[in-house]
């Protein structure tokens, strides 16, 4: 037991300590973006499930592969809000609360916003790019898949996810996120499956370009 208190200190303790000192600071204020989200969320999920309501979350909100570019590129932001029509919406909500919460105050409001599109763009233009490659290639799609809607926020909440476990040395947690991701893939190799890989690559290359950035600063600040 001993062992595994101390792992979890080490593998859990600095995210615990900044979190709980973010929410003891701000309170309810702590997670802005968070709650917004969710309430965006909310009512695009109730408008989507009405007559007056489902064409135009349609129209602003869901991208297709087969979309031209320019479309779609427009309505990626939106459609990182806009559940699937298929899925219960307590699960999209309950992704953006824990995962978009934690990264929101971990590493602030403006840093998750764009982590988040940029995995969600990195998991939109895959889909393009696997379809154009086809089923026989190791990471293609079906052309089928160009037609299917590809909205939701768990491409971004998978992004989030590493970027933060990467970010506090959560090492191991984060592998976790991978792993998994990678078995989902293997078991069921369909669209969301491999958007939430490409969502994994785009995160580690954020990963990395913020390693390069810091690394002039680290030099600035030594002694000597």
Known sequence: MTAWRTWAREEWGPLFTLVRARLLARRWRSAPLTAAAMALTATLQYAQNQSWGYQFVQDTGSV???DPLWLALLRTPLSLFVPALDLPVWGA???????????????????TLTIAYATTLAGTLYARLGVALGPDAPLGLPASDARLVDNGPSAAVVGLAVYVC???RARWTGA??????????LVEPNLAGKEHLAAIVAALALCGASTLCDRPAVRRCAPG
């Not at 309950?94 to 971990?106: K, R």
């Open 64 to 66: 297709r592969a087969d």
């Open 93 to 111: 909500l309950a992704q953006i609360l824990v995962v978009f919460g934690l990264a929101e105050l971990c590493l602030g409001r403006w840093r």
């Open 166 to 168: 990467w970010r506090h």
């Open 176 to 185: 976790l996120v991978v792993a998994l991701m990678v078995i989902e893939c």
